[in-house]
């Protein structure tokens, strides 16, 4: 059989990815990807040593018995079962052996819990005389039938795969196995084995897994949007690529017979240089779906059998969702380069002393330097619209410019031409803003909470810091300054005297928090998940840590006679820009991947505080003390 790509389509638990028909002899690999043992079998043929997962095509060691020692997933016998109940219940002309007589000529007429299966009505009038069936719970036909009760929590007696003809009862936390009570005796016992009731086993496994699946909700989101962006990238690709295509086919037509030979090799290096790219995306996707279909088989298991399980399914599944949701949870994705869809094409002039070339295709991933940024216009410096003392600003998704005004007490709304369009009231001294991606305005104000707007300005709630103590800001004297959403979602929140920073879910939910060396007064996260913290004034810096809070580096300042670093932001290409904050002030730019010092965007500013780039980032918005700036990149 060919070797497959990653694939997200595994609705079906009980369905074999090789086969696509429903699974006989369940083997599953560690990935929980489960398929047919003869399906499995025929997969690994000609394979000595490891085998090819066909649906997230990580490789994994064969056991030396041969793929039949792979583990039998039990739990999917217990879904197929369940279909099979379900279709008893829709049909009572289906032939079903009585679970207490064993009578094969009875009509189904309920089922019992004692005899874990279907019984005939001459039973169930048994069950109902005789004490010795008095702890049977015995649920008529006719309320299975009309949904009356779930078929789901139809319970089913389970017998030790050892001594079969006792029930399992116990959960040896030891071993991590299940035992009955002859397995309590001989190989688990009490004395030197930690035995639990499996109901109660399971109430302790349910819960863990719980958290996990819950520990996953970031990297599944991270997972998914990357999946798009890629998606995007490669339709923008796609795009781009046409539309070089039609200007080296406009260029040529002027000059059709003499640039012949350029044409064909223009579009040759355009081919190449798209090809190029799109295995470097496709490989990308690639690396991106596979933990995609990792998470989605996890996700999807372990939700069913909390939900649905019995406490023998959840006991025997309990280790290989543990293993695969803790490795799930701490995936870390590499970051989407939106960059690999600039491709264009750049016409030579077309005339009487043209040369045998129509121009050329570029395809660098980012300009040498930092490009030519030149003054495109300026605003919020009159009127009722002007600033009082500017400091962060955020880009909203409709590509508004939300601007934090200490000297008004306001959140400032611009359009992106520098129309006024609105103002939140902010108590105290709004320091910092940032947007989520739901619109919601996430603002500090030097106060104890952070506070929560919509995007019409309404307080929707707020919530304190936790230092790294796990004592509340509330309890505190507090000024929180420094703000950023990383790449994850979750918000860091910088805090001034107390010098630490404090991660949050956006729902106000404390996640950590970690001490830092210098005031957090402007936050950015890098692509690559780096946390950079700046603070102007005396012992001015940028401290670069890792996203668990340890001082990675400490930038070295350009050398310039005046760095007083204050607000920053990141590009799609993992640069950080950094505003030196002065009356000859400056925007400098520094690699994130590095911390080398690449060059100066531009020293046309006064007292620059807050950076932001626009949504196509072209252009740069800078928020002065009572201005707001915005610089474009020149075309080269």
């Known amino acids: 059989m060919a070797e497959s790509k990653p694939t997200s389509n595994n609705k079906d638990l009980t369905e074999c990815g090789i086969c696509l028909c429903t699974i006989e ?14 399906c499995l079998t025929k997969w690994a043929e000609g394979k000595k040593d490891t085998i090819r997962c066909p649906i997230c095509v990580q490789d994994f060691s064969i056991p030396g018995d041969g793929v039949k020692a792979f583990r039998t997933n039990f739990f999917i016998n217990t879904l197929k079962d369940r279909q099979a109940t379900a279709m008893t219940i829709q049909s009572r002309d289906t032939v079903v052996p009585c679970a207490s007589c064993g009578a094969v000529d009875e009509r189904v007429e309920g089922h019992c819990s004692g005899c874990g299966g279907f019984i005939c009505g001459g039973c169930i009038a048994m069950h109902s005389k005789l004490k010795t069936f008095s702890n049977h719970k015995v649920i008529p036909y006719e309320d299975l039938k009309s949904g009356k009760v779930d078929v789901r929590n139809l319970s089913q007696k389970k017998y030790c795969q050892i001594h079969e003809e006792q029930v399992v009862r116990f959960y040896c936390e030891t071993c991590g196995v299940l035992t009955c009570r002859d397995c309590t005796v ?15 086993a399971s109430k302790g496994h349910k819960k863990e897994i719980e958290q996990l699946i819950k520990g996953c909700d970031a990297i599944k989101i991270k997972t998914d949007n990357a999946h798009t962006e890629i998606d995007s990238v490669l339709d923008q690709l796609v795009g781009n690529a046409a539309t070089a295509e039609a200007g080296i086919d406009e260029s040529f037509n002027e000059a059709m017979k003499l640039l012949k030979d350029s044409r064909n090799k223009l579009k040759g290096e355009l081919t190449k240089a798209v090809s190029d790219r799109k ?21 999807q298991m372990a939700t069913e059998v909390v939900k649905t399980g019995s406490d023998y399914d959840l006991a025997l599944i309990y280790t ?8 799930l949870r701490d995936v870390k994705l590499a970051p989407v380069d939106k960059q690999k869809a600039a ?15 129509l ?20 605003f919020g410096d009159v009127g009722a619209e002007k600033l009082k003392y500017g400091r962060g600003v955020a880009i909203t998704q409709e590509g508004d410019i939300a601007v934090a005004d200490r000297g008004d007490s306001a959140v400032k709304i611009y359009k992106k031409d520098g129309q006024f369009k609105s103002s939140i009231k902010i108590p105290g001294s709004p320091w910092n803003v940032v947007v989520s991606s739901d619109g919601k305005l996430f603002v500090t104000n ?16 707020q919530f304190p810091t936790t230092t790294p103590d796990n004592m509340s800001s509330d309890a505190q004297r507090t000024k929180h300054m420094g703000l950023a959403i990383d790449n994850y979602n979750n918000l860091l929140v910088g805090v001034k005297k107390q010098k630490y920073i404090s991660k949050h879910h956006l729902d106000g939910t404390h996640i950590t928090s970690f001490k830092v060396t ?7 996260v890098s692509r690559d998940d780096k946390i950079f913290i700046s603070k102007d004034g005396s012992d001015a810096a940028v401290h670069i840590l890792n996203d668990n809070g340890v001082h990675l580096q400490t930038l070295k300042p350009p050398q310039v006679l005046w760095w007083n670093p204050a607000g920053m932001c990141c590009t799609s290409t993992n640069d950080i820009y950094i505003s030196s904050y002065g009356e000859s002030g400056a925007i400098y730019c520094y690699s994130a991947e590095t911390g080398a010092y690449i060059g100066c965007l531009t020293k046309d500013v006064s007292k620059p505080a807050g950076l932001a780039l626009m949504n196509d980032e072209n252009q740069l918005v800078v928020v002065e003390d009572y201005c707001i700036k915005i610089f474009k990149v020149q075309n080269q």
Request: net charge positive; glycine share 6%; proline share 3%.
């Open 320 to 327: 290989s969702l543990k293993t695969n949701l803790t490795e």
């Open 518 to 524: 210098i005031e957090p007064r402007f936050i950015v």
């Open 25 to 38: 002899e369940p083997k599953a690999l560690p990935c929980l990807h489960t398929f047919c043992l003869k």
């Open 279 to 299: 295995k470097q995306l496709d490989a990308q996707k690639d690396e991106v779906m596979i933990q995609q279909t990792r998470l989605q088989t996890a996700l």
């Open 343 to 357: 491709v264009h094409f750049k016409s030579a002039h077309i005339g009487q002393e043209t040369t045998q070339k």
């Open 446 to 461: 030097q106060t104890k909470t952070v506070s929560v707007y919509d995007g019409k300005g309404n307080l929707k709630h």
């Open 359 to 378: 121009g050329s295709v570029l395809v660098k991933q980012r300009k040498e330097g930092v490009g030519v940024w030149k003054l495109d216009r300026s």
């Open 186 to 200: 001989v190989d688990h016992p009490a004395s030197s084995h930690s035995l639990v009731n499996l109901e109660s």
